[in-house]
């Protein structure tokens, strides 16, 4: 039985984790009070930046259950607000994979020598933020559970390769450690319908385990409660339990 007078409560600050390079980064961490152990998540950003919507998303996970961080994944490129960050961001480019998963690697580091945490860590991520999720856990720690949320480029050609993204992160699928669940709007053009369709085909060839949801009438963002254009209520209302229901299983190891 639930008891609703039960104390529960959310501790959330900034912290510095040390990512690629040795760099020390910035990063926002929220966790339940209490002594734990809780399962950890590292939430990646999407392109528009570090911005409020990842903060609120960092305290919802908090408020499930999870330790959460989410890093500064812009914070070399200075001070300013987020808009503007990514601005710079996208004029140079975009980050260097290597840099992102390398940042990735000293978050997951980070939840697992808190007393409060248990080994088992997870990835989230939307956008771009997808995408690196889905990078990271190929190249970076072994983790147990990715959920990407329309992440775009994954699925590239070879003439939209860079020095910086020089390789698409689906050719790196049979790597994949751990189940992936797929959060996708069907009239979304980043990725396609069909992009998803072949990251679905990828997963199966190396029989990873994975479940995709794909949401009509919803585009690019559907998540984002901040953008009235983009948000989608009834796909949202329906996506978070399964995000929930997703880590109980894979994080918990609840049926």
Not at 202 to 216: N, S, T, V, W
Request: proline fraction near 7%.
């Amino acid at each position: 039985m639930v008891r609703t007078d039960a104390y529960s409560g959310i501790l959330a600050e900034m912290v510095a984790v040390q990512g690629d390079g040795g760099d020390w980064i910035h990063a926002y961490c929220a966790r339940p009070t209490g002594p734990g152990p809780f399962p950890g998540v590292v939430l990646f950003h999407h392109l528009p930046g570090w911005d409020e919507w990842y903060l609120h998303a960092t305290r919802l996970f908090a408020h499930h259950g999870y330790a959460a961080i989410c890093p500064d994944l812009y914070c070399r490129t200075g001070h300013g607000d987020p808009d503007d960050v990514a601005a710079r961001v996208r004029a140079d480019g975009g980050m260097p994979d290597d840099q992102v998963v390398g940042d990735a690697t000293g978050c997951v580091e980070f939840l697992r020598a808190q007393p409060y945490t248990t080994q088992m860590v997870g990835y989230f991520g939307t956008c771009s933020g997808g995408r690196h999720a889905y990078l990271a856990a190929c190249r970076g720690p072994t983790v147990a559970a990715v959920v990407d949320c329309w992440g775009g480029r994954i699925v590239v050609g070879p003439d939209e390769l860079t020095v910086k993204t020089p390789v698409a992160p689906i050719d790196y699928t049979a790597n994949l450690p751990c189940p992936v669940l797929g959060l996708f709007g069907s009239e979304d053009q980043n990725p396609t319908p069909a992009q998803v369709d072949t990251l679905e085909a990828a997963l199966r060839e190396h029989g990873k385990d994975y479940e995709f949801h794909r949401y009509e009438g919803a585009g690019h963002g559907f998540l984002y409660h901040d953008k009235p254009a983009s948000y989608r209520a009834e796909a949202a209302v329906d996506a978070w339990p399964k995000v929930w229901d997703f880590l109980a299983r894979t994080l918990r190891g609840e049926r």
